[in-house]
T-cell receptor, first 111, second 115 residues
Framework: DQQVKQNSPSLSVQEGRISILNCDYT??????FLWYKKYPAEGPTFLISISSIKDKNEDGRFTVFLNKSAKHLSLHIVPSQPGDSAVYFC??????????FGQGTRLTINP | NAGVMQNPRHLVRRRGQEARLRCSPMKGHSHVYWYRQLPEEGLKFMVY????????ESGMPKERFSAEFPKEGPSILRIQQVVRGDSAAYFC?????????????FGEGSWLTVV
């Protein structure tokens, strides 16, 4: 049972435009959400997080939006840069730091 | 400030051998987690440990897998009698404390190949 889903395996965006990565979850008990970026043969790198009591968190070019009623969150990257090309994982916190990850979305930024 | 250190980065084992993966958390972090990533899949939680204690091992296979985080030294993930299906990337992560809101930082991973 996949509690965190990233339905788009891949996304291609022009450099300078906005990248929007989506994530859906089923467990209403999740109370903290995180986005990680991963390059091949490396570990995930923390990007940005959001608590369930908020609906938006912004950090530089990265903004995460949370819609609790829809059980949906999204990561916006603007403007997109070539170095943003990576696999992005959405994760949800299920108490005591046990993270549940989505399958990942491979983002490619085209010059 | 060194990050989460994992070794070996790559490990090849024959079926039936044992694999030991080591993880040193970030300085000041007392909570360690192990995750596994199978090819083309997301990361799956395996186990959460504090010093000398296993807090949550709900993601660990029932047999052949064990984990420890001794008072001194790194955390160890041990896989006995490896099979081909154990081939995966194993990621260790650490955090300064438990509780919601503490970001978990990952190591570079250990890639296990069973031949």
């Amino acid at each position: 049972d996949q509690q965190v889903k990233q339905n788009s395996p891949s996304l291609s965006v022009q450099e300078g435009r906005i990248s929007i990565l989506n994530c859906d979850y089923t467990n209403s008990m999740f109370d903290y959400f995180l986005w990680y970026k991963k390059y091949p043969a490396e570990g995930p790198t923390f990007l940005i997080s959001i608590s369930s009591i908020k609906d938006k968190n912004e950090d530089g070019r990265f903004t995460v939006f949370l819609n609790k009623s829809a059980k949906h969150l999204s990561l916006h990257i603007v403007p997109s840069q070539p170095g943003d090309s990576a696999v992005y994982f959405c994760a949800a916190n299920q108490g005591a730091q046990k993270l549940v990850f989505g399958q990942g979305t491979r983002l490619t930024i085209n010059p | 400030n060194a990050g989460v250190m994992q070794n070996p980065r790559h490990l090849v084992r024959r079926r039936g051998q044992e694999a030991r993966l080591r993880c040193s958390p970030m300085k000041g972090h007392s909570h360690v987690y192990w995750y596994r990533q199978l090819p083309e899949e997301g990361l799956k939680f395996m186990v959460y440990l504090q010093k000398e204690n296993i807090i949550d091992e709900s993601g660990m296979p029932k047999e052949r897998f064990s984990a420890e985080f001794p008072k001194e030294g790194p955390s160890i993930l041990r896989i006995q009698q490896v099979v081909r299906g154990d081939s995966a990337a194993y990621f260790c992560a650490s955090s300064p404390s438990g509780g919601v809101g503490n970001t978990i930082y990952f190591g570079e991973g250990s890639w296990l190949t069973v031949v």
